[in-house]
């Protein structure tokens, strides 16, 4: 008797241990009227813990009724394994510890409320995903490092003013055959070493180092939705501004989409060998909106809160994509932070650009730009100063261009300067300083001193702001084409459709030019340093391979062009005159010259400015389709640009005045 007595008592224990492990506890569910009465998690710990001896799943879901844990041998088909009840915690937090070895399992979240699923999500927080990223992976983060990789440090930057963005798309680079690449559209393509095109001259990685950039952009590449990863036989293109799992590589571009390791560890590889190439890597994220709205992850675990909603409560659409984000939201804010923080340590990544920034608030950014700094002051934040619509968030306290002051060290793109030199983006056929168009010399000069205030430039003629933005020149983003729009060589033939193929080249020339001997941070397209063309394609986010792939035979075809960029970079690099630090040191070194005619901004940089080898130094951008005689200071000068020749030693010594070619950049200089 006693021990029947002693058995029921066993079960009895052993049924409520199953209970408190398996299902709710003293946790009830707390009714909310609003998001903000939300419960806040402080901790930084929602992404799943994984030993040899146990995992933790943990998800932040207020509003749930239950969740279960279901867990699969493979990242796709019909193999369910266990599922499990989830516990409810404090402030929101669901936790379930599974003892055992759980590594390489897949898992889904699904949450229930009012008796009804929300679907199965791998979580915001997943790490690892299978094929397609619908179900998470258990990890161990460690096996995917590749040889080496804790021993390669990211490459020396003393500042952001030093930096040479070039934005790429992972695939464009390698895809074409004349790119001599074996692994194609992948990772491991892009940082393949000894590439050449059929003329023998470099591509990839090697083309990137001969160029000389200092930081590589990649576009999107976080897992995205709208390539079918087990179908990739097809073709199939995307520019990855669809986001489906933030802290995971796109599978796309790995060698095995299935196992989730694979992507992993090839990305790693790729950031391993750009550091090792003294090149730092950018990621551009997208933040502000995801593809899915109702069945997206974030609405999978917490229905409505990680959204804004307009007065009468439907999605808010600042992205021109369905939905926008609430970065203002407290659990919003703490993902895109712990997000950006996970790829610049378990990644390496040296930087973050922000796709339609004007959607965040300012706040979360200054945020995130001081944790950044803990681990990497170099790590370089920037974006777009604007959305694609309304937002409900006030004007005043996002991170929009007007409000750049209020950043602590982000910088944005000036779309002052891009139409100023090519006509306006909106326009296909409108023409800016480089093809001719008079009225433009205002914001060249409010491009060249990088958006900060200057005593010689006349703000109410900029073209878009009126004011000076930027209160250092790492803060603005110089640039005259990117992904979006025509390429720059296909804006140029569109716009000036009767000139001829010289004329063009020169004014393709003439643009780059600006950009590289602005006091901001210059951005350059991919191939645009090779006339990269998208055959007038403005849109190309999901063409074919034959629309956005670089070619190339462009290197071969335009090669002097090529050189040319490549000339203007080490120039800049060479002469950090065209890098100062500060508005107070550009004011003080940098003059505006006076010129008496439309199409001609000439500046002078003096005093050794920023420890300048060149005592004196003189940039003549002239757009006219005929000479320009500049009078010039006195004393004898060397001419180190003229028309396509860069000799940093000089080529020539001139006094009193110069011949300006037209359609081109000149500099001079006194040592």
């Not at 279901?70 to 936790?95: A, D, F, T, V």
């Not at 995903?129 to 995917?144: F, L, S, Y």
């Not at 917490?302 to 439907?314: I, L």
């Not at 378990?346 to 706040?363: A, N, V």
Request: aromatic share 12%; net charge negative; glycine share 8%.
């Amino acid at each position: 008797m006693l021990l029947l007595k002693i058995q029921k008592l066993g079960v009895i224990f052993m049924m409520s241990f199953l209970f408190g492990l398996f299902s709710c506890s003293e946790e009830e569910k707390v009714e909310y009227r609003s998001f903000d009465e939300y419960p806040v998690y402080s901790h930084n710990d929602l992404w799943t813990s994984y030993t040899s001896k146990s995992t933790t799943f943990r998800i932040w879901s207020p509003t749930a009724d239950d969740i279960r844990l279901n867990i699969y041998s493979h990242g796709h088909g019909e193999n369910l394994l266990e599922s499990y009840p989830m516990k409810r915690e404090p402030k929101g937090i669901w936790r379930l510890k599974l003892k055992g070895d759980y590594k390489n399992k897949y898992y889904t979240f699904e949450v229930s409320i009012d008796g009804k699923s929300l679907g199965e999500t791998p979580g915001i927080y997943a790490q690892a995903v299978g094929v397609n990223g619908k179900r998470a992976m258990v990890i161990d983060m460690q096996n995917t490092n590749p040889e080496g990789w804790e021993d390669t440090p990211r490459p020396v930057q003393k500042s952001y003013n030093d930096i040479i963005l070039y934005e790429l798309h992972v695939r464009d680079m390698s895809i074409h055959a004349s790119s001599g690449i074996k692994n194609k559209g992948k990772y491991l393509g892009l940082v393949e070493c000894g590439t050449l095109n059929n003329s023998g001259y470099s591509t990839g990685i090697d083309h990137m180092k001969e160029l000389g950039i200092t930081h590589v952009h990649l576009l999107p590449v976080f897992d995205y939705h709208t390539v079918d990863e087990t179908q990739l036989e097809k073709p199939q293109f995307n520019w990855g501004y669809d986001p489906h799992n933030y802290n995971v590589p796109e599978g796309s571009y790995s060698t095995d989409p299935y196992n989730a390791q694979v992507r992993i560890k090839e990305f790693k590889e790729m950031v391993k060998k750009l550091h090792e190439n003294k090149i730092r890597v950018i990621m551009d994220v997208v933040y502000n909106h995801t593809f899915y709205t109702e069945k997206s992850n974030f609405n999978r675990e917490v229905p409505g809160y990680y959204y804004r909603q307009t007065e009468t409560g439907e999605w808010s659409n600042a992205s021109g994509c369905g939905n926008e984000t609430a970065s203002e939201r407290p659990m919003m804010r703490k993902f895109i932070i712990e997000s950006c923080k996970y790829w610049a340590t378990e990644y390496k990544i040296d930087g973050f650009r922000f796709d339609l920034m004007g959607i965040h608030d300012i706040e979360t950014l200054n945020l995130l730009r001081a944790e950044l700094k803990t681990i990497d002051s170099g790590i370089l934040i920037y974006g777009e100063g604007w959305t694609g619509g309304s937002s409900p968030l006030p004007d005043s306290v996002r991170a929009l261009k007007e409000n750049a002051k209020k950043l602590d060290d982000i910088a944005l793109f000036s779309d002052d300067i891009r139409d100023a030199i090519k006509g306006s983006v909106f326009e296909s056929k409108s023409r800016g300083f480089a093809s001719g168009k008079p009225g433009n010399e205002e914001t060249i000069k409010f491009g060249v001193v990088a958006s900060t205030n200057h005593p010689q430039i006349d703000y109410s003629k900029a073209n878009y702001s009126k004011i000076p933005w930027a209160e250092k020149p790492s803060q603005t983003i110089g640039y005259v084409s990117c992904h979006d729009n025509n390429t720059l060589f296909d804006k140029l033939m569109i716009s000036c459709p009767d000139f001829p193929i010289e004329d063009i080249k020169k004014m393709h020339k003439l643009a780059n030019a600006i950009v590289l001997t602005s006091q901001s941070i210059p951005f350059l397209h991919a191939g645009v340093e090779m006339m990269r063309t998208k055959g007038g394609e403005h849109n190309s986010y999901n063409m074919p391979d034959d629309i956005n792939q670089i070619d190339w035979s462009w290197k071969t075809q335009n090669n002097d062009i090529f050189q040319y960029y490549k000339g203007l970079i080490s120039l800049r690099k060479n002469h950090p005159a065209f890098h100062m630090p500060s508005q107070e040191m550009i004011a003080k070194h940098l003059q505006f010259m006076e010129v008496n005619k439309p199409n001609v901004v000439a500046f002078s940089i003096n005093d050794n400015a920023n420890g300048d080898s060149w005592k004196n130094i003189i940039v003549v951008y002239n757009s006219m389709e005929e000479g320009y005689v500049l009078k010039l200071p006195e004393g004898e000068w060397q001419v180190a640009v003229r028309d396509s020749w860069i000799v940093e030693d000089g080529m020539e010594g001139v006094s009193k005045t110069v011949m300006v070619p037209p359609l081109s950049m000149m500099v001079l200089f006194q040592k």
